[in-house]
């Protein structure tokens, strides 16, 4: 089984509000050897030796391991599969897996769903059972809340549906996938912050609290739309409030937003006078997470303003970015990279010194434009090279960040790495996931 990551080009935290996502699968993958097993058991050795040894039993429901365990990405697989009731779990065959990767963990390049891919295939194929690609996506989309994270279907859909030498625009609800052609004047370079940005640790709260913001947005604005147009509005994310849905102008809509949530922080009270809800009720229904719990208002309040804004900019520019790449508009490419780099560092408030600092050296060597990519608090930036300037950009960010920025800021909790290959390097946009029997 082999599963890829992925570099989003642009479209950050756009998928789960319901608007379109522009990645590309990357040379950099998951890959299971695996053999079926006589019995329910899943054992799994990695090649890794900081990731111990894991089993367990494919019986439905099933137990997670503590939070931030890497064997909770394999039973995310295993269970949600059961859960879909793809495979029987009175009849489910466990496999055997030494499971290696090159996909760097914690960076925003999306190792744990390449590893909820892979393991799901695994799952499948131990079972000789086959599930199309697309209706399998939005399966373990699902299927990765299990672990605790509120993200959106781009990271899966991508590791399976990915073309070479194409990035995908991937809209959502329902699914759709379309290649994207990539200028071969350009090529799109990942680099490390080593500053690690784990879902399932220290940042679970800052992501999931960019969730339950945009779903306060969506009922806000719904609200003030019914009110306007006088009729019920289905709205289960804030895409299905856009301007286009609701037959609108652009700058009608804007306005209403506005109107409706203002341009200040809203306190949980605030939040449930605007929506004639008691507070408990606005906690019970819009600040519940996956697993039960109720998100904590943050300690400012709810910045809704700035995620509504950024979402909305940040789609447009992702049906910008298509059109400049078809066209080869490497100026276009490279300005709508960096105003999304802005919009998820002021509105949306997910980047970090390190990455500031690595932006801005990129831009310095050469780069057309430099963004940060994946759910961001750390992980990489990806910046649109012209193929002609690459060993003079790769010169320049090793001399300007990693002998420059790391060394003088050693005190961080930098990621330690052995080749420099290893935390940046050129993507080829490679093919999805797929599986291959031995013979």
């Known amino acids: 089984m082999r599963a890829p990551g992925r570099v989003n080009l642009i479209g950050e935290h756009t998928d789960y509000n319901g608007y ?43 137990s997670p391991y503590s939070q931030g365990d890497w064997g909770n990405y394999v039973k995310a697989a295993v269970h949600g599969v059961l859960d879909a009731g793809f495979i029987d779990p009175k009849n489910a065959r466990g496999f055997d897996a030494a499971i290696g990767g090159t996909i760097p963990e914690s ?47 781009m990271d899966q859909a991508v590791s399976l549906l990915a073309e070479t030498g194409r990035a995908l625009m991937i809209d959502f609800f329902p699914l759709t996938a379309t ?17 690690r940005a784990p879902k399932s640790e220290s940042v679970r709260y800052a992501y999931n609290s960019r969730v339950i913001e945009c779903r306060l947005a969506t009922a806000l604005l719904a609200r003030i739309v019914e009110e306007k147009i006088g009729r019920k509005i289905p709205a289960a994310r804030l895409a299905d409030l856009s301007a286009k849905n609701l037959g ?75 059109d400049a790449l078809s066209e080869g508009n490497l100026t276009g490419i490279g300005s709508l990279m960096n105003q999304s780099h802005a919009s998820c560092r002021d509105d949306y408030e997910i980047s970090c010194p ?61 990621v330690a790495f052995q080749k420099l290959s290893d935390v940046m390097f050129p993507c080829r946009a490679s093919m999805g996931a797929g599986y291959w029997q031995a013979q």
């Open 20 to 62: 379109p996502v522009l990645p590309m699968a990357i040379d950099r993958d998951f890959v299971f050897a695996i053999a079926p097993a006589d019995d329910r058991g899943i054992r799994l050795f990695n090649e890794d030796p900081s990731f111990e040894p894991r089993s367990f039993s494919a019986e439905f429901p099933v």
């Open 248 to 322: 609108l102008e652009p700058a009608i809509l804007n306005s209403w937003a506005q109107e409706a949530i203002g341009g200040q922080p809203l306190r949980l009270q605030e939040v449930a006078r605007r929506l004639a809800m008691a507070p408990h009720a606005v906690e019970t229904e819009l600040c519940r997470l996956r697993d039960g719990s109720v998100l904590k208002e943050p300690p400012g309040g709810f910045r809704v303003w700035e995620r509504y804004r950024h979402v909305l900019s940040e789609a447009e520019r992702v049906r910008q970015m298509a």
């Open 107 to 153: 960076a925003g390049l999306s190792s744990s769903s390449a590893l909820v891919v892979a393991s799901a295939l695994a799952f499948l194929a131990a079972n000789q059972t086959e599930v199309e690609p697309g209706p399998l996506a939005e399966l373990l989309a699902r299927a990765e809340r299990y672990v605790g994270s509120e993200g959106g279907g």
């Open 354 to 414: 390190e990455l500031e600092a690595l932006v801005s050296i990129a831009l310095e060597s050469g780069a057309l434009g430099s963004r940060l990519t994946g759910a961001g608090f750390g992980g990489c930036t990806v910046s649109a090279v012209r193929r002609e300037s690459l060993d003079q950009f790769l010169s320049g960010v090793e001399a300007g960040y990693y002998d420059g920025f790391v060394n003088r800021e050693g005190s961080r909790p930098f």
């Open 179 to 195: 290649p994207a052609p990539l200028p071969g004047d350009i090529m799109f370079v990942v680099c490390n912050s080593l500053v």
